[in-house]
């Protein structure tokens, strides 16, 4: 069971859809609230399919699952164990938590035998003696239990009916009674529960239609308390299919909406995946999936509440969550993509998601090789997150940079802006994920401090943080953000109308990836007092070593090379976080706790401090050559570095006019200019002679192919 954190209680309730989106309305929540697109009670009567099993099971489906029992497929074989285990227990067990519920029904559709289902309505029988679930129990049960009843309800009596139906409604209104005020809906403080309650209620009532005569009004209840809201704003937030919560607990946060909706499309033939606002979410997750799994397949990247082991996969989530992404996408291209996922990452089955594998997994439909088909970056808006990486080689550098989401919002970490880095199996930078504690500081993560403080995230009164740009090319993949709101607070913290005491007007980092082994990490910082000390942060799990202006992380055979080019003049410090942290890190990151932390500041404070980090990954035999600070002219500064060019500018005002020199003895291919104004028509001459001529792009990024030589560049909007 998680624990809960934040604000001094051991669950916080998040009060229906004003509470959930953590801040007082805006307009745009207020055409939400307006729409009309989602079912009514009217609407689902009119077009509900007679009979069951509604939910989820077609025909297709049923012959699919029926098939794979009858071929002895390996998932098969570990549900009929495990659903064998249940009916010899009388219906308990059979899986860990609910999962013996899916083991049971599946076992009884792949097979008819009828015991399976008495075995579930024993269980049935066992679960309504029981206290009403609430809180973290509704989010994994409340869908179970309504796909059983359907899946079952032609081998129940009209009294297990009765009683299944009563004990369903009892959870509900166990819901509505724990609520604050009594009436409304509560979920536990985590966004897997903001979907779980919901898909709850949802399956409830279409389960139960026919016997249950509140199911219209379950259905009503959705509608006027704005739980579909809620969920409209939650695919808002994930637009691109990240999360708050992490790459892991996120899987059962998505998993959920998922398993509800598409039981609502079989159920009634509505797909709200092509409602406005919703569509296409699916295939976004889908991308996500296989984007922010590494190169080696040993992972996802390491973020928000992943806690012991994190940089592997944890437990069966991303198998549970690609099988069912599976079968919603069924046929179109993303739908062939993450089938191919699932067999080149995920072939070995889990003893856990069996039952999802038999349900969703179909081995004989067409797959596509994605790396033969997607590019090698993605950025998912919801969240901010740019996923980059040199190649589909398990051999290939790989890199996140995350440049913000909404504040307010429980499960939120201060690491708006942080970035890491991996190459080749090894991550060069480290990450404190986890689920409290020290992961939730921006000193846990690749950050930045103000006046020793982070972020302040999870405070819905201040502003978010924000994408400032993003762009894509041939060798690159750039992001901007603006992290400055999380560092600001409210006079009076729990009042969004007193005034913001803006402690940090401004905290934008730029994040480069040149491929394929490059990075440039540059930062624009003003603080609401000179005094205020600014200090960089980057994590390793071995101890760093400091060569003047350079920074050498190591790891096995592989090491990443920081050097400062700005500031000038720094104070490096070495903290090992075994220290600074004590026994906390051990819940963080478990056995192996090394952990080690280095801040840079400059040495002279100043109101506003510009920071530039060239990172360089490599193997430890093959080093690379050290960047070069190129001379440039007005606001812009230029490094060359592995081929590459990079300009940027010091202030952050566009460029507009600059020149840069790059001398003849370095090796230049490629060039790269950023922080220009979008759209404007963008002039490169070199000796009077023109070089290249374009459109900025809408992240301000403008990239050419040239070499040495004196560069001048002209940025100008259209007469």
Same mark, same amino acid.
């Given at each position: 069971m998680?624990?809960?954190?934040?604000?001094?209680?051991? @669950?916080?309730?998040?009060?229906?859809y004003?509470a959930?989106?953590?801040?007082?309305?805006?307009?745009?929540d207020?055409?939400?609230a307006q729409?009309?697109?989602?079912?009514?009670?009217e609407?689902?009567?009119?077009?509900?399919?007679?009979?069951?099993?509604?939910?989820w099971?077609?025909p297709?489906?049923?012959?699919?699952?029926?098939?794979?029992?009858?071929?002895?497929?390996?998932?098969?074989?570990?549900?009929?164990?495990?659903?064998?285990?249940?009916?010899?227990?009388?219906?308990?067990?059979?899986?860990?938590?609910?999962?013996?519920?899916?083991?049971?029904?599946?076992a009884?559709?792949?097979?008819?035998?009828?015991?399976?289902?008495?075995?579930?309505i024993?269980?049935?029988?066992?679960?309504?003696?029981q206290?009403?679930?609430?809180?973290?129990?509704?989010?994994?049960?409340?869908?179970?239990?309504?796909?059983?009843?359907?899946?079952?309800?032609?081998?129940?009596?009209?009294?297990?009916?009765?009683?299944a139906?009563?004990?369903l409604?009892?959870?509900?209104d166990?819901?509505?009674?724990h609520?604050?005020?009594?009436?409304?809906?509560?979920?536990?403080?985590?966004?897997?529960?903001?979907?779980?309650?919901?898909?709850?209620?949802?399956?409830?009532?279409?389960?139960t239609?026919?016997?249950?005569?509140?199911?219209?009004?379950?259905?009503?209840?959705?509608?006027?308390?704005?739980?579909?809201?809620?969920?409209?704003?939650?695919?808002?937030?994930?637009?691109?299919?990240?999360w708050?919560?992490?790459?892991?607990?996120?899987?059962?946060?998505?998993?959920y909406?998922?398993?509800?909706?598409?039981?609502?499309?079989?159920?009634?033939g509505?797909?709200?995946?092509?409602?406005?606002?919703?569509?296409?979410?699916?295939?976004?997750?889908?991308?996500?999936v296989?984007?922010?799994?590494?190169?080696?397949?040993?992972?996802?990247?390491?973020?928000?509440? @992943?806690?012991?082991?994190?940089?592997?996969?944890?437990?069966?989530?991303?198998q549970?969550?690609?099988?069912?992404?599976?079968?919603?996408?069924?046929?179109?291209?993303?739908?062939?993509? @993450?089938?191919?996922?699932?067999?080149?990452?995920?072939?070995?089955?889990?003893?856990h998601?069996?039952?999802?594998?038999?349900?969703?997994?179909?081995?004989?439909?067409?797959?596509?090789?994605?790396?033969?088909?997607?590019?090698?970056?993605?950025?998912?808006?919801g969240?901010?997150?740019?996923?980059?990486?040199?190649?589909?080689?398990?051999?290939?550098?790989?890199?996140?940079?995350?440049?913000?989401?909404?504040?307010?919002?429980?499960?939120?970490?201060?690491?708006?802006n942080?970035?890491?880095?991996?190459?080749?199996?090894?991550?060069?930078?480290?990450?404190?994920?986890?689920?409290?504690?020290?992961?939730?500081?921006?000193?846990?993560?690749?950050?930045?401090l103000?006046?020793?403080?982070?972020?302040?995230?999870?405070?819905?009164?201040?502003?978010?943080?924000?994408?400032?740009?993003?762009s894509?090319g041939?060798?690159?993949?750039?992001?901007?953000?603006?992290?400055?709101?999380?560092?600001?607070?409210r006079?009076?913290?729990?009042?969004?109308?007193?005034?913001?005491?803006?402690?940090?007007?401004?905290?934008?980092?730029?994040?480069?990836?040149l491929?394929?082994?490059?990075?440039v990490?540059?930062?624009?910082?003003?603080?609401?007092?000179?005094?205020?000390?600014?200090?960089?942060?980057?994590h390793?799990?071995?101890?760093?070593?400091v060569?003047?202006?350079?920074?050498?992380?190591?790891?096995?055979?592989?090491?990443?090379?920081?050097?400062?080019?700005?500031?000038a003049?720094?104070?490096?410090?070495?903290?090992?976080?075994?220290?600074?942290?004590?026994?906390?890190?051990?819940y963080? @990151?478990?056995?192996?706790?090394?952990?080690?932390?280095?801040?840079?500041?400059?040495?002279?404070?100043?109101?506003?401090?510009?920071?530039?980090?060239?990172?360089?990954?490599?193997?430890?035999?093959?080093?690379?050559?050290?960047?070069?600070?190129?001379?440039?002219?007005?606001?812009?500064?230029?490094?060359?570095?592995?081929?590459?060019?990079?300009?940027?500018?010091?202030?952050p005002?566009?460029?507009?006019?600059?020149?840069?020199?790059?001398?003849?003895?370095?090796?230049?291919?490629?060039?790269?200019?950023?922080?220009?104004?979008?759209?404007?028509?963008?002039l490169?001459?070199?000796?009077?002679?023109?070089?290249?001529?374009?459109?900025?792009?809408?992240?301000?990024v403008?990239?050419?192919?040239?070499?040495?030589?004196?560069?001048?560049?002209?940025?100008?909007?259209?007469?």
């Amino acid at each position: 069971m998680r624990h809960h954190r934040r604000f001094g209680a051991a @669950i916080v309730l998040i009060l229906g859809y004003a509470a959930f989106l953590g801040s007082e309305a805006t307009p745009a929540d207020e055409a939400v609230a307006q729409d009309r697109s989602f079912p009514t009670a009217e609407t689902i009567k009119t077009v509900l399919r007679k009979g069951h099993p509604r939910l989820w099971l077609t025909p297709e489906r049923l012959a699919l699952i029926r098939g794979k029992a009858a071929g002895n497929d390996p998932a098969w074989q570990i549900v009929k164990e495990r659903a064998d285990e249940a009916v010899v227990a009388g219906g308990a067990g059979g899986g860990e938590g609910e999962d013996g519920v899916l083991n049971l029904i599946a076992a009884y559709k792949a097979t008819g035998d009828r015991k399976y289902a008495e075995a579930m309505i024993k269980r049935f029988r066992l679960r309504a003696k029981q206290p009403p679930l609430e809180g973290n129990g509704y989010r994994h049960a409340g869908t179970y239990y309504p796909l059983a009843y359907d899946w079952i309800a032609d081998e129940m009596t009209p009294e297990d009916r009765a009683e299944a139906v009563r004990m369903l409604n009892s959870w509900i209104d166990n819901d509505m009674e724990h609520a604050a005020p009594k009436g409304t809906w509560t979920a536990t403080a985590d966004s897997d529960a903001s979907t779980g309650h919901p898909m709850g209620y949802l399956t409830t009532a279409l389960a139960t239609w026919e016997e249950n005569p509140r199911a219209a009004e379950i259905i009503g209840f959705i509608d006027k308390s704005g739980m579909w809201q809620t969920i409209r704003r939650y695919v808002s937030w994930s637009r691109g299919g990240t999360w708050i919560e992490g790459m892991a607990y996120s899987g059962s946060t998505r998993r959920y909406l998922l398993w509800g909706l598409e039981c609502l499309r079989t159920a009634t033939g509505i797909d709200l995946w092509k409602q406005p606002g919703m569509e296409g979410f699916p295939r976004e997750v889908a991308l996500e999936v296989i984007y922010s799994t590494t190169p080696g397949q040993e992972g996802m990247v390491p973020s928000g509440d @992943i806690e012991l082991g994190g940089y592997r996969f944890r437990h069966n989530t991303y198998q549970d969550l690609s099988v069912t992404l599976s079968q919603v996408l069924g046929n179109e291209e993303t739908g062939k993509l @993450i089938r191919h996922y699932i067999n080149t990452v995920h072939p070995v089955l889990e003893r856990h998601g069996a039952a999802e594998d038999l349900l969703c997994r179909d081995r004989s439909a067409p797959a596509e090789d994605y790396t033969k088909k997607l590019p090698l970056a993605y950025f998912a808006p919801g969240q901010g997150f740019l996923f980059t990486r040199s190649s589909w080689e398990k051999d290939a550098t790989f890199a996140c940079f995350q440049s913000g989401g909404p504040t307010g919002v429980d499960h939120q970490h201060g690491d708006a802006n942080t970035f890491q880095v991996y190459r080749k199996g090894v991550w060069l930078t480290r990450e404190v994920s986890g689920y409290s504690g020290p992961a939730d500081d921006t000193a846990a993560h690749n950050g930045l401090l103000i006046d020793g403080k982070g972020q302040r995230p999870f405070h819905s009164s201040v502003p978010d943080a924000r994408t400032l740009a993003v762009s894509t090319g041939k060798g690159y993949a750039y992001a901007k953000g603006d992290a400055a709101g999380p560092y600001n607070l409210r006079q009076y913290s729990n009042n969004p109308e007193s005034p913001l005491i803006f402690r940090v007007p401004l905290a934008e980092r730029a994040f480069a990836h040149l491929h394929p082994d490059t990075f440039v990490v540059l930062d624009r910082v003003e603080a609401g007092k000179p005094e205020d000390k600014k200090e960089w942060v980057l994590h390793a799990e071995e101890k760093p070593e400091v060569q003047g202006e350079r920074l050498v992380l190591s790891a096995p055979d592989q090491r990443l090379v920081v050097t400062r080019l700005l500031p000038a003049e720094a104070d490096v410090q070495v903290v090992d976080e075994k220290q600074l942290y004590a026994k906390a890190l051990d819940y963080m @990151i478990g056995e192996n706790n090394k952990h080690w932390q280095v801040r840079v500041s400059p040495k002279q404070p100043a109101a506003y401090d510009v920071f530039l980090h060239v990172l360089q990954a490599s193997d430890v035999a093959k080093p690379k050559s050290a960047p070069v600070k190129l001379g440039a002219e007005g606001q812009a500064l230029a490094v060359a570095v592995d081929g590459w060019v990079f300009v940027g500018s010091l202030s952050p005002q566009p460029l507009a006019t600059t020149s840069y020199t790059v001398p003849k003895d370095v090796v230049v291919r490629r060039h790269l200019i950023t922080d220009l104004e979008p759209g404007t028509t963008v002039l490169v001459s070199s000796e009077n002679k023109p070089v290249a001529e374009g459109k900025a792009d809408s992240g301000g990024v403008f990239a050419f192919d040239g070499g040495s030589g004196v560069f001048l560049v002209t940025s100008r909007r259209a007469p």
